[in-house]
């Protein structure tokens, strides 16, 4: 590739899980797919190398990083896991759930990854990419959205290759992520200090929902003073860098239009209503939409609940004004 994008951009096959290994031994960044999103990974035990995560993002240091684990044991090695973590990581894992959890004292894990706070949000990857690289690589791995900061998240290769160019010096192509949007992030409260019943918060909702969560933890008991304790809580975020209106029946004169269900538009998220379906496509068509020729956007109604109630959260926060 030539120009803002000098990346090398190859096949997610054994080749190219190697290759991606061994930037990652070398303290590199690589893009890799995942089933939730593209993440911008780098090795969670090393300061220069999680450094290299927020230089190329242009991420502000105080928004900690998700980490990538091969399985519970590992996971047990970062944090301290109490029985209602491990029952949704036996639920949930590999899968797009996140958890924030306390770190453990002496864990092997970079200051900045937390963003020096005393938890750590960790998850294990369901897409065997990932999973290949973990298990050949033996350490962690940090791997927030493979774009720039506040950006549209990427759910295939050459989304990560417009946003970040050069930064990145690898992806691997996996094809378009198949859930399209971000993990579910989940805060248990007490945990690991003996409280069962400490609580719990959503923080960010993804496809594993609040109403599962609620059958499984009980109501939700959110912690407002908290402040940001995990990725995707930033009141602007996912941002297509024009103006957004949401939840309209139709385009304004120069407005990119992304329909859903029967109402059409110049990118529809799911003609049949489906918002398993809305939720993979989202990102794509708000990349499509900050591409076109239109000034603006605007966005049919999604319904909530369910999933409904992340695309929502995602649009809202692309939606905040512009700086």
Known sequence: MSGKNVTDVVLADAEGVARAAQILESGGLVALPTETVYGLAARADSAEAVAKIYWAKGRPDFNPLIVHVRDLAQAEEIAVID???????????????????????????????????????LRQPAH???????????FPVAAPSANRSEEISPTRAD?????????????????ASQKGLESTIVALRGAGAGAEDGGWSLLRP???????????????????DAGIEAPGQMARHYSPGKPMRLS????????????????????????????????????????????????????APIPYGEVGRAINDRLHRAAAPLD
């Open 206 to 224: 993804g496809p594993v929902t609040k109403e599962t969560l609620e059958r499984i933890l009980g109501p939700e008991t959110p912690n407002v």
């Open 248 to 299: 309209v029946g139709g385009a304004a004169e120069g407005e990119f239009f992304i329909g859903f269900g029967e109402v059409a538009g110049d990118c529809n998220l799911s003609p049949s209503g489906d918002l398993n379906e809305a939720a993979a496509r989202l990102y794509d068509c708000l990349h499509r939409a900050a591409a076109s020729d239109k000034s603006a956007i605007a966005v």
């Open 83 to 121: 029985d209602r973590a491990r029952n949704l990581a036996e639920r949930f894992w590999p899968g797009p759930l996140t958890l924030i959890l306390p770190l453990r004292e002496g864990a092997r894990i970079a200051g900045a990854v937390t963003a020096g706070l005393p938890r750590i949000a």
């Open 128 to 138: 065997r990419v990932m999973q290949a690289v973990l298990a050949q690589t033996g």
């Open 159 to 175: 989304h990560v290759t417009v946003s970040l160019g050069e930064r990145c010096p690898l992806v691997l192509d996996g094809g």
